[in-house]
């Protein structure tokens, strides 16, 4: 991808007049759509993550600490959207999307309510292995007793033990909005990876340099967040 990138065109050799062409004001109108897509993608990705952290990961801690029987149905629930094709999917939210419409309008950011579902068998997975891992229950009675408000002892207890999970979901969260195109794209809305599609008709190596630096963006930060478990990992032994 990155070779392709280079090329010069039909004379052959390589150059960065590609690249270039990404700065260069003159286009700036051609490449329009590919921003507001980029622009449109973040928000999403912002979205899309507060709904992670501040719906699934608060409901799971609820359902471990006070409901253990719930957690193996919680589990089912959370893998059901993984076995619905995103085209059934866009079927059924159709109709959500047409109240949405009506109430709050059709800004993009409204695409984050299905990306939530669409993200929540590996968010929940990535958050249920860090709750594995620690004793949260005995976590939350040790903080209890030491007159700790509930609020306190997930904000303050739990959750700093959990962070690589709440980490992992994250960069699930943001890797999945930024790869995502049928239900944006049959929705009618515009994100990253619609306007990809659109540019490649007229430019495909300016697609191409933001396919790869989407590509590039979510290993740093898979990068990021292995060294930061790594460096957490050894304050522990130390």
Known sequence: MAEFTLRAG???GYDLNHWADIIDPENERRYRALFTGISNSIVLAAVTVGIVV?????????????????????ELLCLVPITVPAVVLVVGLAPVYSVLASTVGTAPWTLAFAYGITVLPFAHRAVQSALGAVDVVTLSEAARSLGAGWARVVVSVIVPNIRGGVLAASVIAVAVVLGEYTIASLLNRQNLQTALVQVSKSDPYVAIIFALLALAFAFTMLFVIARAGATRTRRKRT
């Open 10 to 12: 039909l004379g052959g």
């Open 54 to 74: 501040l719906l699934l990961v608060p409901t799971m801690i609820l359902v471990t600490l006070r409901f253990p029987r719930l957690v193996r149905p919680l």
